[in-house]
């Protein structure tokens, strides 16, 4: 386990509640970390109710911990900053409050939107993992079988997460991932 927060974004955490597979997350991580904004996104009315409830049970059980930006608070400043910039005008409430906490506490982003976070990586020097690279850690570890790790993929996959290749057999297997290239936590 690594000893640096993990702050998540909707859509990381979202590709494991959305097929019921948070158990892979709890073998890797002793507790993840969301913001209140996070938690506001995954609690509005287009959200599934199973992945709500699946979320709550976290919550409830403090699995998932969930973190405010307090006003006037180092992280709230980063995060207004980032909001009011140029550079942050199309960017998500949820991104941008995630990069904040990661600054602030030196800690990891959980996203899969590289399209966003990509500019506050480079330009905080921030670690950043996604959906494929945690899904590819336990099966490294040898928590889950090729098989499970095959099967969670393709479910994440027909549910509409954005995956770097079409399956997990094709991803394994690229010597030169995007991620090892960019400094991305393995």
Not at 108 to 121: E, F, P, Q, T
């Amino acid at each position: 386990m690594n000893d640096k927060p993990i702050f998540y974004d909707t859509d990381c955490l979202s590709s494991f509640l959305g097929v019921n597979k948070i158990n892979i997350l709890e073998k890797l991580y002793s507790q993840i970390i969301i913001s209140t904004t996070v938690k506001e996104e995954f609690f509005n009315q287009s959200t599934p109710n199973p992945i709500k409830e699946r979320l709550q049970n976290c919550i409830n059980k403090n699995y998932v911990q969930i973190k405010d930006l307090e006003l006037d608070s180092k992280e709230f400043n980063t995060y207004y900053e980032l909001y009011t910039s140029l550079e942050g005008e199309n960017d998500g409430k949820g991104e941008l409050t995630t990069i904040a906490l990661a600054k602030t506490y030196n800690g990891i982003i959980a996203s899969n939107n590289l399209k966003d976070i990509c500019k506050y990586i480079k330009k905080f020097n921030l670690k950043h993992i996604t959906t494929s690279v945690i899904l590819q850690t336990p099966y490294k570890k040898g928590h889950i079988t090729l098989n499970e790790a095959c099967e969670t993929w393709n479910k994440m996959i027909n549910n509409g997460i954005k995956l770097p290749e079409k399956s997990f057999k094709d991803y394994i297997s690229k010597k030169d991932h995007l991620c090892y290239q960019k400094g991305v936590l393995s």
